[in-house]
């Protein structure tokens, strides 16, 4: 994708010690001129946070938890598809290093065996004129948790790599490789997107499942019959209606 400034992702990572939240952190150097391709990784987070106002819990030196600031040179409507494009990226970079095969649960969750292992949140500074500022992306990703690091709410949804391998790869050396992945998909994008919609397909276990539907107007059951090229996802209900939901102001909950 063309940039602003031609800056690799990662060719300046600073290291905070703990921070409310790497997002926050990293929105006020872009608002300063910060360049694209800065990251910026906490040991902790103390208001780690999640789509839709949720809170993501960030103990101490367990979690890898990053954020990467991105100017790309394009319109604010193409840049939907980041998300997605990157839940691919942090898949295919934990397949490398760890052998593991991780699943994607629509639309910005990454999951071992139907537990989170890994969140991503993108948000994006729009100009009054409908210009792209800036887009961050924050990636939070359990490493090192055991059940007692996650409030029990959390701990029966969520998961760690820790859970499934016998030695976790250290938190520097899960950075190194998904900065490396998220740069091949930057440069990759937008020409390779077939690639990233088919690789995201083959990985979403939202698609084909009973799912349900929670907007601010309450939760529907329906069936998630499919995932459109834009990433947005067709629900059909009970009652014969569909509607495609985007990302927005919905969440989807698995029902299995
Ligand atoms: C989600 O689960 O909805 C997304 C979670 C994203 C968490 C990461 S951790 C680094 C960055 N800083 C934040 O406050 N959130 C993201």
């Known amino acids: 994708m063309r940039t602003q400034t031609f800056e690799r992702i990662g060719h300046q990572v600073e290291h905070l010690k703990t921070i409310d939240s790497t997002n926050n952190y990293l929105k006020q150097k872009a608002l300063l001129g910060a360049p694209h391709g800065l990251v910026v990784v906490a040991d902790e987070q103390t208001g780690g946070r999640g789509r839709l106002g949720r809170n993501f ?6 979690g890898l938890y990053f954020s990467v600031l991105l100017r790309p040179c394009v319109p604010a409507t193409q840049i939907t598809a980041l998300t997605p494009w990157a839940a691919v990226a942090v898949c295919r970079g934990l397949e490398t290093l760890t052998g593991l095969r991780p699943d994607i649960k629509w639309i910005n969750d990454i999951q071992l065996k139907r537990k989170k292992l890994c969140g991503i ?11 792209l500022n800036h887009v961050i992306l924050g990636i939070g990703l359990n490493v090192a948790q055991t059940d007692s690091d ?13 859970r499934h391998l016998p030695q976790p790869p250290s938190r520097e050396e899960l950075l190194a490789v998904l900065l490396a992945e998220l740069e091949r998909m930057w440069e990759d994008l937008p020409e390779k997107q077939e690639e990233y919609l088919a690789a995201y397909r083959a ?5 084909g499942r009973d799912v ?5 107007q309450g939760a529907r059951p329906g069936f998630a019959r499919k995932l459109n090229k834009d990433f947005s996802l067709l629900v059909e209900f009970p009652d014969g209606t569909a509607e495609t939901i985007g990302s927005g102001e919905v969440s989807v909950r698995n029902m299995d």
Not at 203 to 207: A, E, G, H, S
Not at 212 to 216: D, H, M
């Open 57 to 62: 819990q960030s103990p101490k030196g367990k």
């Open 150 to 162: 996650f409030t029990p709410e959390v701990a029966a949804i969520a998961t760690s790599l820790a």
């Open 203 to 207: 990985r979403c276990i939202t698609v």
């Open 212 to 216: 349900t539907v929670i907007s601010p």
């Open 121 to 131: 949140l993108t948000e994006a500074d729009i100009a009054p004129d409908g210009t």
